[in-house]
């Protein structure tokens, strides 16, 4: 499975969407289209650090690296390379 | 104020083993196991206090359960460990259930074997001869400063928040169903006087949901009450099965420019409700309205990276970071997380 899905599968799974029917875009920002609350943040920070093997530094938890799936993508591309 | 966290914690939950701890003989030898002389004095007694209790025993689960319940003890114990794995395994679980730190749990046995098992596994446990619980009322770390409405009602908080994730677990269907089925509001005020007893308690309680670590006393707190310079908020959240009490703090500075968070904590019991996020945009939300910015003090105390998390993700940035682990944060708010639908907020 791709990067892409599988943080796609983490988000539906996990992030409250305020509109059930709507379906996730790629660049679809998740602060705007869900609750983003304290417990999902914690919940995507470890994700992404056991899925992908990463220990995020402080410098890391900046919300524009996580603020949609693309960005998500991108800012492991460049913690990991491709 | 003290942000010394060198002392040693009060205790929030003492770990029994059953055979010659709780009850003399051993159960799978004889099924006329008596308790101990006055350990159910004891017990109630700890309770009382808002000491929660729970057991990490090797034995059949069904029997020793049975034998609990004979005893009329079954509603005092809070996820129970019986079963034949290691017992710093179990420790570990109950640590996990009860979303408290290593660090506040005593663990009562008869063996030394068990006790340095979970000594060598985790040294943070307090660990004591069972020889020794006639003197458990009078040990220093099981005399809570304040017992408060709080902590007296501790164990039915729990057991109300284990009957939750019974639900929980079984509930079938999208996570917002679940939340929305739960009723749920949180009730925002100033605090008031009758408020300050539980505020230092979860001042001194509440170490991975808190920005700086930093305790305040009653006197201090009571300063803050009156003085212009500072608001202090508190925060209850209940829901269809009854209230979970006070359970979120922040202090404000007031100064020209800026609101200065000096605290925000959320007790570690309703980390699952994701209402941290909630009481926090509510104190931007006021900034706001006042036409301030937010800056807050954060301490990176080794176990509140949770807390650092979610600042980072209400939008807060470091402007300031120096050794020792300060950090200030600041957040213009330019984006404030709107209340979720599953949650009412009452300001009173």
Not at chain 2, 123 to 138: G, I, M, T, W
Not at chain 2, 175 to 198: G, H, N, V, Y
Not at chain 2, 258 to 264: E, H, M, R, S
Request: glycine share 4%; hydrophobic share 35%.
């Amino acid at each position: 499975m791709s990067r892409t899905q599988k943080i796609r599968e983490f988000i539906e799974s996990h992030l409250v969407i305020s509109n059930n029917e709507k379906v996730l875009k790629d660049d679809d920002n998740i602060f705007e289209l869900g609750f983003v609350d304290s417990l999902f943040a914690l919940q995507l920070v470890s994700f992404i650090e056991k899925e992908f093997e990463i220990e995020l530094e402080n410098n890391d938890l900046d919300l524009k690296n996580f603020s949609s799936i693309n960005s998500i993508v991108s800012f492991l591309e460049n913690k990991l390379g491709r | 104020m003290s942000g010394d966290t060198g002392d040693k914690k009060e205790i929030k939950c003492v770990v029994w083993d059953l055979d010659g701890t709780l009850w003399e003989g051993i159960l799978l030898e004889s099924n006329e196991v008596k308790l101990k002389p006055g350990i159910r004095q004891i017990i109630q007694t700890l309770d009382s206090r808002g000491i929660l209790h729970s057991i990490a025993s090797k034995s059949d689960y069904d029997d020793a359960l049975a034998k609990i319940k004979e005893f009329k003890l079954e509603a005092f114990f809070l996820y129970p460990e019986i079963s034949w794995n290691a017992k710093s395994t179990s420790i570990k679980r109950i640590q996990e259930n009860l979303n408290i730190g290593l660090d506040t749990i005593m663990f009562i046995d008869d063996q030394p074997f068990e006790r340095d098992e979970v000594q060598h596994e985790h040294p943070e446990v307090f660990c004591l001869d069972a020889s020794q619980y006639r003197n458990l009322p009078d040990h220093p770390r099981l005399n809570p400063r304040f017992i408060t409405e709080d902590s007296k009602k501790r164990r039915h908080l729990y057991l109300a928040d284990m009957k939750r994730k019974k639900i929980e677990q079984e509930y079938e269907g999208p996570k917002q169903d679940f939340l929305m089925s739960l009723d749920m509001t949180l009730i925002i005020s100033q605090a008031k006087e009758e408020d300050l007893k539980r505020a230092e308690e979860l001042t001194v309680r509440t170490n991975q949901l808190n920005t700086t670590g930093v305790t305040y006393d009653f006197d201090e707190l009571k300063r803050f009450l009156s003085s212009d310079d500072y608001r202090l908020f508190i925060c209850e959240l209940r829901d269809k099965y009854g209230s979970h009490g006070k359970i979120g703090l922040a202090l404000v500075e007031i100064t020209d420019k800026f609101w200065q968070l000096k605290l925000f904590l959320m007790s570690c019991r309703v980390l699952t409700y994701g209402v941290g996020t909630v009481f926090l945009s509510y104190i931007l939300n006021e900034a706001k309205k006042a036409g301030m910015i937010v800056r807050s003090d954060f301490r990176d105390t080794g176990r509140n990276r949770m807390m650092y998390i979610t600042f980072k993700f209400a939008n807060f940035r470091e402007i300031q970071s120096q050794t020792k682990g300060e950090i200030l944060l600041e957040n213009n708010l330019t984006k404030i997380q709107e209340f979720p639908p599953y949650i009412h907020v009452i300001i009173q």
